[in-house]
């Protein structure tokens, strides 16, 4: 294990302790004790500012929310009575793909909703922030008809991120295939990540959470929690994926994340782009880097919930910084890099859903100039409810899923924008 990551992982130890004094000591038969390391005095003193510690204070600053855009947009409804509709993806042959968080997958052909959901998707745990996730067709879906889903599997006392694949019919999945599943199994329905992205040589990708009441775990390099994963389209492990030790959990890519809710590959500059969630405040926005930690919970420019730190660090050797957060949080969810011709001046930036009732709901613009962000913009303010997913269509639109108002009602929709 590298040394710095080393040193990563033991101060994880330090916030588990926080972490059990805050949440009354909650343990889990299905999670494995926290991080072995060293004296808490000593991985303090370690972390102390001045050796990669950072400024506290960081945490409550509070960003001005990016201006509103100028650009004209067209907003059309393509599917509506969706119930809370997670993810989109659009096949070869003209059709559009789109999960339900409740378990369904749905195909909309010719611009109509198909009122029967497709058959044969695997048992999904559908509870809280747990659900179907991503869909996702291999490179190769014009030949071979095989589709990847992300979804949350078990029961609310044993569960765990999975990613299947099948082949598509047209109107069913068939041959299902469970090609990974997060270990260990966790008894809360929090933080499950569930993003799937292609990247090069047919590596594909998943991020998975940290599971929320078991933070220090995204330090466990024994778990997949807090975690990047790249496995081989079967589910078996790359060859030159990065050693977090012997004893490591398969597939880590990266670690140190919190709840990853957005994955793109950016075929353009050959980099994998991600954002995730971060507590009260301090969302991020990340290039991943194979091996890389990117330092949660032990760095964070966010705060708990209840108003009390984290961690008292934004920084310290050995994470890598994020290269944008958010505070006040946005609650990003989906993540597409422009690659079309109808945005003509967006091409390369980065697009994100903002779920945030208090930063303002939102889809942003991500300004991406010399591979880093240059700037930012809103658009679609005035959207109501919850922007769950962003994609960018063959046809060059920008397709969303908007969430809905509530898990027990089909008024989630489908919409395709296009510039006025």
């Known amino acids: 294990m590298p040394r710095q990551l080393r040193s990563l992982f033991f101060a994880g130890a330090v916030v588990a302790i926080a972490a059990a004094c805050s949440q009354g000591g909650e343990t889990s038969a299905q999670t494995p004790a926290g991080p072995a ?40 409804t393509v599917a509506e009575n969706l119930l809370v509709p997670w993810a989109i993806a659009f096949l070869p042959s003209g059709e559009i793909l789109v999960t339900e968080q409740e378990g369904r997958l749905r195909i909309i052909e010719d611009g109509v909703l198909r009122a029967a ?24 879906y014009a030949t071979n008809k095989v589709l990847y889903l992300a979804y949350a599997a078990g029961d609310a006392k044993s569960n765990a991120t999975r990613v299947a ?26 933080h499950f990540g569930g993003r799937l ?17 078991y933070k220090e775990k995204a330090q466990d390099f024994k778990t997949s929690f807090g975690a990047v994963i790249r496995i081989n389209e079967d589910g078996t492990l790359p060859d030159d994926n990065p050693d977090f030790g012997p004893d490591a959990a398969p597939g880590l890519y990266t670690k140190g994340h919190r709840n990853p809710q957005g994955l793109a590959w950016d075929a353009a500059r050959g980099v994998l782009w991600s954002h995730e969630h971060g507590p009260r405040g301090g969302d991020e926005l990340n290039i991943i880097v194979p091996g890389a930690n990117y330092g949660w919970p032990a760095a964070s420019f966010g705060i708990d919930y209840s108003g ?10 050995g994470a890598k910084a994020p290269l944008k957060y958010w505070t006040p949080s946005i609650a990003p969810s989906g993540l597409a890099v422009y690659d079309g011709d109808l945005f003509a001046d967006w091409k390369g930036d980065l697009l994100v859903g903002a779920m945030s009732p208090t930063a303002g709901r939102a889809l942003h613009r991500v300004i991406i100039e010399n591979g880093v962000p240059a700037g930012e913009e809103r658009y679609l303010t005035d959207l109501e409810p919850r922007i769950r997913d962003v994609r960018v269509g063959p046809d060059g639109a920008i397709y969303i899923a908007m969430e809905g108002s509530s898990r027990g009602d089909p008024d989630g929709k489908i919409l395709r924008v296009t510039p006025q």
């Open 117 to 140: 959901p497709i058959d044969g998707v695997p048992a999904v745990h559908a509870e809280r922030q747990a659900g179907l996730y991503d869909v996702l067709p291999h490179p190769d």
């Open 197 to 213: 992205a292609w990247g090069p040589d047919g590596h594909l990708f998943l991020t998975v959470g940290e599971g929320s009441r």
């Open 308 to 317: 009390a730190l984290i961690t008292p660090f934004t920084e310290f050797e």
């Open 165 to 190: 694949r099948a082949t598509f019919d047209g109107s069913a999945l068939n041959d299902l295939d469970v090609i990974f599943e997060a270990i260990p199994l966790k008894d809360t329905s929090h």
């Open 37 to 76: 390391g060293e004296d808490a005095m000593n991985a303090a003193e370690r972390l102390a500012p001045g050796g990669g510690g950072g400024d506290a204070a960081m945490q409550k600053t509070q960003a001005e929310p990016a201006p509103e855009g100028a650009l004209a947009l067209n907003v059309e």
